[in-house]
């Protein structure tokens, strides 16, 4: 997903978000996404990853087990973990 806006004669991209899907030899299955959002304060920065979301499904004797991460950035531009489930 990419999202743009303007303002000049010119887009700017101001959020992407990618998805990556690995599945693995003992069947677990691993999602992650991420999120790259412009600096409102600085739109011409770039971008830089802001979320980070990983769910993961792991079989087991009684069915599968789904777990989710979601990590954001913090004020001093590390990541916090915001939710696991």
């Known amino acids: 997903m990419f999202q743009g806006r303007s ?7 101001v959020k992407c978000a990618t998805t990556a899907q690995r599945p693995s030899s003992t069947g677990q299955q691993t999602t992650e996404q991420q999120v790259e959002q412009a600096d409102p304060g600085d739109p011409g920065s770039g971008l830089r990853v802001t979320v980070l979301t990983t769910d993961t499904v792991r079989p087991g004797p009684s069915g599968a087990q789904a777990t989710r991460t979601v990590q954001a950035r913090d004020a001093n531009g590390g990541f916090e973990v915001e939710l696991v489930s």
Request: charged share 0%; proline share 0%; hydrophobic share 45%.
């Open 7 to 13: 303002g000049t004669a010119s887009l700017h991209l």
